[in-house]
């Protein structure tokens, strides 16, 4: 966590097609008392356009900058792949820890993400008791340990 940001302040960006797992990191968030705002986006032009602050998100203030980007790889359109290319070339954007967070355990998938600067690569847990688990130590991580940078303010 920065040292100028309470909980409430970092919201987490989940880039997730799924209901159902949308639905389970919201459940896990709220079990494990964790208060950081959760925004999804269900694509990834959606999500770059929330990155971006455009159509939908132009207004002041419809795009808070996220402390972390959660992103699925296999998206309708524009895929997690992509998404997380654009973001690490991105100026703005590069210094925004994002945790590949998918069902693929494809090897070539693990390379690409690290190769493009993902900030881990995680296996969606097949269980709610091991989504639970997952996100608990992502957040752990993620808001209690590590020290994240402070928000460039644009």
């Known amino acids: 966590m920065t040292a100028n940001q309470t909980e409430a302040e970092q919201h987490i960006l989940l880039v997730e097609d799924s209901d159902v797992d949308y639905e389970t990191v919201l459940r896990a968030f709220r079990k494990g008392n964790l208060s950081n705002p959760v925004i999804r986006c269900e694509d990834g032009d959606e999500a770059l356009d929330y990155l971006h602050r ?60 690290y190769r493009h600067g993902a900030n881990s690569y995680v296996a969606k847990p097949v269980s709610f008791d091991g989504y639970m688990e997952a996100v608990r130590r992502l957040h752990s991580y993620w808001f209690e340990t590590v020290m994240l940078p402070e928000p460039v303010r644009r």
């Open 54 to 113: 455009r159509n939908r998100f132009a207004a002041p203030g419809a795009a808070p900058r996220p402390a972390l980007v959660l992103l699925d790889l296999n998206l309708p359109g524009t895929d997690g792949r992509e998404v997380l290319e654009e973001m690490k070339n991105d100026e703005k954007l590069k210094d925004i820890p994002v945790i590949v967070m998918t069902t693929s355990s494809d090897q070539r998938d693990v390379e690409r993400c």
